[in-house]
């Protein structure tokens, strides 16, 4: 119900639903932008947090410290921060804030789950487990994608590997390659871009639930 983006000057734009706040972007230069369920937070020029919206659950209790990249779902957020630690803040009844100790390359938060890729190629993920979402597969990989209650994964032979609920597909847009899950990426360019979608034959998820967990 809400989106937003770093605009060229990089400042913050947001539109859509203006419940709690949610589109009252602070001023400034900023890097990243993460929405979350209610809530919004961002990555300024200092790389430090902000965060503004809904606080039921803590999510805008953002840790002090730089960080290098963000990454939001459900009612709450991880951070990779300058020595490749990951920090999470915001609901943890199932423990999707409780992140593994270890050096990281990068973390992606699903609505209660969350994974993150080791320095070593490796995926890591915690929280929930009601579909499948911790059984990330073993082998080394470069790239991580989570939402709602899947996630994928790109190996170092350029394949996506998917996990968790099957209601999902990994889609590559932009850069020079485009492709759906389980096909193997022949050629990518550095500006390619991955996103998760829903899978055109799954006719059984109504609009409403759609709506609900691409929010």
Known sequence: QVACVVREDRSLDCWGN???????????????????????????????????????????ESPNGTFRQLSGGGYGYCALDENQE?????????????????????????????CALSTLGEI????????????????????ISSNENTSCAIDENGQAICWGHDY??????????LAKAHRVIERMSEDCDFRIRFKDTDNELSKSFKRKVLR
């Not at 990068?106 to 789950?113: I, M, T």
């Not at 929280?127 to 073993?138: E, I």
């Not at 999902?168 to 390659?177: A, C, K, P």
């Open 18 to 60: 203006n419940t709690y706040g949610k589109l009252n972007a602070p001023d400034g230069i900023f890097l990243d932008v993460e929405v979350a369920d209610q809530s919004v937070c961002a990555l300024d020029e200092n790389q430090e947090i902000q965060c503004w919206g809904l606080d039921q659950e803590e999510q805008l």
């Open 86 to 114: 990951i920090q999470c803040w915001g609901k943890n009844n199932l423990g999707q804030s409780n992140a593994p100790n270890g050096s990281f390359l990068q973390v992606s938060r699903g609505f209660d789950h969350a």
């Open 124 to 143: 890591l993920c915690w929280g929930d487990n009601g579909y499948g979402q911790l059984n990330a597969p073993n082998g080394t990989y470069a790239f």
């Open 168 to 177: 999902y597909d990994l889609i590559f847009q932009g850069g020079t390659s």
